[in-house]
């Protein structure tokens, strides 16, 4: 089955599906950036929620339509409708994100094959983390054959573009895009004061008292376990130390009972889910992330934005944005790295401020959405003049 080929005198026809978008999320950020005189734009979605803030892609002009589908691997719901999408709209470009978006895609991309497919890389290793052998194998399966079948594979971090080339993916395939973000969204404005007095009064947090920050879901891969041996450490000589855990996950009760047994529930303590994270982080002094696996970690983004210093482990990303001891502390997982780094800050508040400067300069500079997604366009165009 072929298409229409794309033709000089219309706009490139892009399709981008995802299980869910949030607004000013990456990919919500990708399609509310293009140059709608160069591209048109259709978006496709599982579901019609949001992790925080639903995108306004009606007020942009952007089509957006919902499968409302809840399982992914229901390829008998999700292939029909997505391929009748395509032949109505003459699509030039799949642009797929996350996994099971990709083996989607990759199906899509054997029906229709004069269809560009593109691979969205938000994941580093979490395939190779996983401790079930069977599992492990057949989503390494999944994952090569969505590899082989994607024109490009966009990576967004120098760690994954290691990975897939150890994966025997040829260089050409690989896009080498970083994040880009929208630096006057919401996320990214700092408290006024009476804020900040807000959040640090609601956790009984002193004017002299360090507040410590983790915004994560709780599972093991975000190693919240081992922050909270490091806290319960340094609190022995820091009692002026408090630490908030936002987020929610499979493993919040077995923390909080980590926390009990420890004697720290007063200094300890944990929001659940918060859609105004971010004025959480603005309100902290130390913005801390113990991942043990991440693709481009948000949070990194958004406390250097902030003006945060931030400890965070040696993940993908990570040494591409942050210069250890200048405008961020990178940790290996362990008890020791996490404790000096901890430390370090704790006990010099002007380095703290020094390094929390460095990152905004740093990040508002070399990661603004209006540069990155120039790569996009071009990635998008040098595809299509194949045709």
């Known amino acids: 089955m072929s298409l229409t080929p794309t033709l000089k005198n219309r706009r490139i026809r892009i399709l981008h599906f995802a299980k869910i978008i949030s607004r000013n999320d990456f990919v919500d950020s990708i399609v509310?950036?293009?140059d709608t005189e160069k591209f048109e734009v259709v978006i496709i979605t599982f579901e019609d929620t949001s992790l925080t803030f639903a995108p306004v892609f009606k007020e942009k002009g952007l089509e957006h339509i919902n499968?409302?589908?809840?399982n992914a691997w229901h390829f008998h719901k999700i292939i029909p409708p997505i391929s009748k999408i395509i032949k109505e709209k003459q699509i030039d470009v799949f642009h797929a994100h996350l996994f099971e978006e990709q083996f989607t895609g990759a199906f899509l991309r054997m029906?229709?094959?004069k269809v560009k497919f593109i691979i969205g890389r938000h994941y580093s290793d979490e395939i190779y983390l996983l401790h079930k052998n069977i599992k492990r194998k057949v989503w390494i399966k999944i994952e090569n054959f969505a590899n082989n079948m994607a024109d490009a594979i966009v990576a967004g971090s120098q760690m994954v573009s290691d990975l897939l080339i150890k994966q025997n993916i040829s260089q050409q395939k690989i896009a080498s895009i970083p994040y880009g973000?929208?630096?006057t969204d919401y996320r990214y404005q700092k408290n006024s004061s009476e804020e900040t007095a807000s959040v640090r009064n609601k956790y009984k947090v002193g004017e002299n008292d360090l507040l410590l920050i983790n915004v994560s879901r709780l599972f093991k891969l975000k190693g919240q376990d081992l922050l909270i041996e490091v806290f319960a450490d340094l609190y022995k000589n820091y009692p002026n130390i408090k630490l908030l855990i936002v987020g929610a996950g499979d493993e919040r009760q077995s923390l909080e009972e980590k926390v009990k047994q420890l004697g720290l529930q007063?200094?300890?303590q944990f929001t659940g889910w918060l859609k105004d994270a971010h004025k959480y982080v603005s309100a902290s002094d130390i913005v801390v992330h113990p991942t043990l696996s991440e693709m481009f970690s948000q949070l990194m983004i958004e406390s250097m934005a902030l003006q945060k210093p931030l400890v965070i482990n040696k993940v993908s990303?990570?040494?591409?944005?942050i210069q250890h001891k200048w405008n961020g502390m990178i940790c290996n997982h362990n008890h020791r790295d996490w404790?000096?780094?901890l430390k370090y800050l704790i006990e010099n508040k002007s380095i703290r401020e020094e390094i929390g400067y460095n990152a905004e300069q740093?990040?508002?500079?070399?990661?603004?959405?209006c540069d990155v997604i120039m790569k996009y366009q071009k990635l998008y165009q040098d595809l299509n003049s194949a045709y």
């Open 32 to 34: 509310s950036n293009l």
């Open 67 to 70: 499968l409302n589908i809840r």
């Open 111 to 113: 029906k229709f094959p």
């Open 181 to 183: 973000f929208d630096f």
């Open 266 to 268: 007063e200094v300890i």
């Open 317 to 321: 990303g990570v040494p591409d944005v």
């Open 339 to 341: 404790f000096q780094a």
């Open 362 to 369: 740093h990040v508002k500079k070399h990661y603004q959405i």
